[in-house]
């Protein structure tokens, strides 16, 4: 089995991505929820890390090529090797993500766990991870984050912290 990037992976399935995304809007239209009604929607993770170039506690909605292009490279930036950009069609997607900024060890996470409209808002439900108790951690300074894709909305957008999930 040879390696492949995640990236080349992720391009591979986009259409299939893209396939049950447009099902989901159908299915909640056919629900009677249209495409502006309360309730879930479809998300997909872009990526995950605990060693994010972005060094500021931040929350981010991004809807155009320009933005996510720098985004990308700060996020990116601090590594030794080039992530490709991860191409987002902005005429049916935006990219929406936390960044927790400075954390003092590999316990710390940052999860959206939840994306909904509620009452012409989008909701975005999210969970920081933080050690409690003896744990056995990585202890080099992290900068968690976590970016997903979402459709395309000029809603809108609250961040919501859920409750902490201790380690």
Not at 104 to 125: K, S
Request: charged fraction near 25%; aromatic fraction near 6%; charge should be positive.
């Amino acid at each position: 089995m040879s390696w492949k990037p995640m990236e080349s992976i992720a391009h591979r399935h986009r259409a299939t991505r893209l396939s049950i995304l447009a099902a989901a809007v159908m299915l909640g239209a056919c629900a009677g929820l249209g495409p502006r009604g309360d309730g879930p929607i479809a998300w997909e993770t872009i990526d995950s890390d605990v060693y994010s170039g972005v060094m500021t506690e931040m929350k981010v909605v991004i809807r155009d090529q320009r933005n996510w292009a720098r985004l990308w490279s700060e996020h990116k930036g601090n590594r030794h090797h080039p992530f490709p950009l991860p191409r987002i069609d902005f005429s049916e997607e935006m990219v929406a993500g936390i960044f927790t900024g400075e954390r003092p060890n590999g316990c710390h996470a940052v999860r959206i766990q939840r994306v909904h409209r509620r009452a012409g808002t989008i909701i975005v439900e999210y969970s920081e991870r933080t050690p409690s108790g003896p744990r056995i951690c990585n202890y080099a300074v992290t900068h968690p984050s976590h970016l997903i894709a979402l459709p395309s909305s000029r809603e809108p957008i609250e961040f919501i912290r859920t409750p902490d999930r201790p380690s």
